[in-house]
């Protein structure tokens, strides 16, 4: 859409100002004059395909708007976007299956550039117990899920802070994208309630280092700490879009707690 009302050159002045590159900067890395650039923005002179792909890598422009900034320039796109369920995807679902299923009895799942579930082991979908049905009809939204007053957020012990954390990580993506759907996901989620009173001291120094996610389970108080996955070097757009998110238990504690909730129960 953006690329039938916008030319190339506008698409990738936008791309750099929006990584605080100047003309200068950006020419000096693809090496080019910065004549040419400046010709190739006002629409003087149209980039080749293969400049174009040049500029957009330097820029970390995603696979998806890369293939927006060719058909701008009235070029073929040449990244390929194909359900999960596709035959040709199969090595990289198996993949995240067998990522989800071993990192059991710990939480993990796999989102997509929205922060749509994908995938989940049963680790993290015990952790959804109590959450409202309504909140859980596909596509479900994880972002959402944590911080709707009727999804997990009044068992986060730390809400401020865990809210702070997430807001900022899609702030971030914002930046880093300009995708207008993710603007209005930070509309909506910022318009929640905001929890009273300053963030909870937690039970344990992390060090600066982590933003724990201390979410009540019962009478226990599960702390947990994330780390983030991507495909290394993709050439689909949905792969490219994939992110898989593990959770670790963060003290001796949590990790006893959730072997527990995993354990076979006794008929």
Do not use: C
């Not at 937690?202 to 947990?224: E, F, I, K, N, T």
């Not at 070097?233 to 504690?253: C, G, K, M, Q, R």
């Amino acid at each position: 859409m953006m690329a039938s009302v916008r030319t190339v050159g506008t698409l990738l002045r936008g791309w750099r100002q929006r990584r605080h590159m100047s003309q200068l900067d950006l020419a000096v890395e693809a090496e080019i004059s910065t004549k040419h650039l400046s010709f190739v923005e006002t629409g003087r002179s149209t980039p080749s395909r293969e400049m174009l792909l040049h500029l957009a890598e330097l820029l970390e422009v995603p696979l998806r708007e890369r293939n927006a900034l060719l058909l701008a320039a009235g070029y073929a796109p040449v990244f390929p976007e194909r359900p999960l369920a596709d035959p040709a995807l199969a090595a990289a679902r198996a993949a995240i299956d067998l990522v989800l299923a071993g990192h059991d009895p710990f939480p993990a799942i796999t989102i997509d550039r929205y922060w749509s579930l994908v995938a989940a082991n049963a680790a993290a979908q015990r952790l959804l117990a109590g959450v409202d049905a309504s909140l859980l009809t596909p596509p479900i939204n994880v972002l959402r899920v944590s911080l709707h007053p009727q999804g997990m957020a009044p068992r986060i012990a730390n809400l401020a802070e865990w809210r702070a954390h997430l807001l900022a990580r899609l702030r971030r993506q914002i930046d880093i994208t300009g995708d207008p759907i993710l603007a209005e996901l930070m509309k909506e989620l910022s318009a929640y309630p905001v929890p009273a009173g300053g963030p909870v001291q937690p039970a344990h120094d992390y060090g600066g280092v982590v933003v724990p996610l201390r979410l009540r389970a019962g009478d226990a108080v599960l702390s947990l700490f994330s780390t983030t996955t991507v495909f290394g070097t993709p050439v689909d757009i949905t792969l490219s879009e994939l992110a898989l998110e593990s959770f670790y238990p963060a003290d001796a504690v949590t990790a006893d707690l959730l072997r527990q909730l995993a354990a076979p129960r006794a008929a």
